[in-house]
Nanobody, 124 residues
Framework: QVQLVESGGGLVQAGGSLKLSCAASGRTFSINVMGWYRQAPGKFRELVAVITSAGSTDYAHSVKGRFTISRDNAKNTVYLQMNSLKPEDTAVYYC??????????????????WGQGTQVTVSS
């Protein structure tokens, strides 16, 4: 199993910046994808950014050019640098880790772990 512990959320003015951190502990996966999702009241949870264990990244269109996802494999930590924040970015942000099924276990689902979520509020 994996535990994901998030930090860095809080209140910020529009145009400001925040940096979220997510530290993973427990079982390690050499091949995995970590990412950030967010959910605002009355809306579906949406993907913000993802990064593979090899360092490849992808972003939601709404945050491209403003957010940067990165990871430190030695620290088992993923980061989300958020710049030029907008009130529309206000949401609970969740850290996520996905990994392939174990070898040789028939029918096992892929691993899918979530952090507890951290509130990001952007004031206008």
């Amino acid at each position: 199993q994996v535990q994901l512990v998030e930090s860095g959320g809080g209140l910020v003015q529009a145009g400001g910046s925040l940096k979220l951190s997510c530290a993973a502990s427990g079982r390690t996966f050499s091949i995995n994808v970590m990412g950030w999702y967010r959910q605002a009241p009355g809306k579906f949870r949406e993907l913000v950014a993802v990064i593979t264990s090899a360092g490849s990244t992808d972003y939601a269109h709404s945050v491209k050019g403003r957010f940067t996802i990165s990871r430190d494999n030695a620290k088992n930590t993923v980061y989300l640098q958020m710049n030029s924040l907008k009130p529309e970015d206000t949401a609970v942000y969740y850290c996520n880790l996905k990994a392939p099924n174990d070898q040789g276990i028939v029918g096992q689902a892929p691993y899918d772990y979530w952090g507890q979520g951290t509130q990001v509020t952007v004031s206008s």
